[in-house]
């Protein structure tokens, strides 16, 4: 089991930026990568950005060269670093571990972009 906690979700106006960070715990040692997927109002959840464990970083065309993926294994946290907040970028966060027995969810972070 792996358990995944967000948090530094808020309300920001546009063009600032913010940190999403998300605890990880437990089995640890099963995952091959974390991702971050977010939800906005009336819409699916999409794939906002990843790492695996080999390191490699993918993202959403709709965020690259805005948001920043990173990891702390010391902390066991991963982050994602959001500059030039836009509006379309309101949506509730998910921090996500990818392993070969199942997929493990947060609770999620809210983030809302609003002047």
């Known amino acids: 089991q792996v358990q995944l906690v967000e948090s530094g979700g808020g309300l920001v106006q546009p063009g600032v930026s913010l940190r999403l960070a998300c605890a990880v715990s437990g089995n640890i040692f099963s995952i091959n990568a974390m991702n971050w997927y977010r939800q906005a109002p009336g819409k699916e959840r999409e794939f906002v950005a990843g790492i695996t464990s080999g390191g490699y970083i993918n993202y959403v065309e709709s965020v690259k060269g805005r948001f920043t993926i990173s990891e702390d294994n010391d902390k066991k946290t991963v982050y994602l670093q959001m500059y030039s907040l836009k509006p379309e970028d309101t949506a509730v966060y998910y921090c996500?571990?990818?392993?070969?027995?199942?997929?493990?969810w947060g609770r999620g972070t809210q983030v809302t972009v609003s002047s």
């Open positions: 996500n571990a990818d392993s070969p027995f199942a997929m493990y």
